[in-house]
């Protein structure tokens, strides 16, 4: 038996919530579940992406620290998702990379930043 089943939701430390509510839905295409403000201090927006999990953006940073998180996300086309991406005005750190897992792993990959510089990588399985 398992005593955990599957992960619901991530929190991401964000400093300017308009700023990374915009990168994520629109030009990630994440869908936004929910937006609860207090005030700019305490502010929740949750996006999902699909899957079951939610992304949950936060000003309410308790002991995070915006800038300091890598995600890695897959896709199962690596040149469509570069190609989107950078139509759509994202960023990216060089372009498509090979060998993720290092040498003859064939994990095709590439990175970009949120706007408060937490490092995204997508990734195309070598399986797909």
Request: net charge negative; aromatic share 10%; no cysteine.
């Amino acid at each position: 038996m398992h005593t955990f089943d599957k992960l619901v939701m991530f929190s991401v430390a964000v400093k300017d919530m308009v700023a990374a509510r915009d990168f994520y839905a629109d030009k990630l295409g994440f869908k936004i579940t929910s937006d609860h403000r207090q005030n700019d201090n305490y502010w929740w927006v949750s996006l999902d992406l699909g899957g079951g999990m939610t992304i949950t953006l936060t000003t309410a940073h308790e002991n995070m620290k915006p800038g300091t998180m890598k995600l890695y996300l897959s896709t199962p086309d690596i040149q469509a998702t570069h190609k989107q991406l950078t139509e759509k005005g994202v960023t990216l750190a060089g372009g498509i990379n090979d060998d993720l897992y290092g040498p003859g792993s064939g994990v095709k990959w590439l990175t970009f930043n949120d706007p408060d510089g937490n490092q995204w990588i997508a990734m195309q399985p070598k399986s797909w």
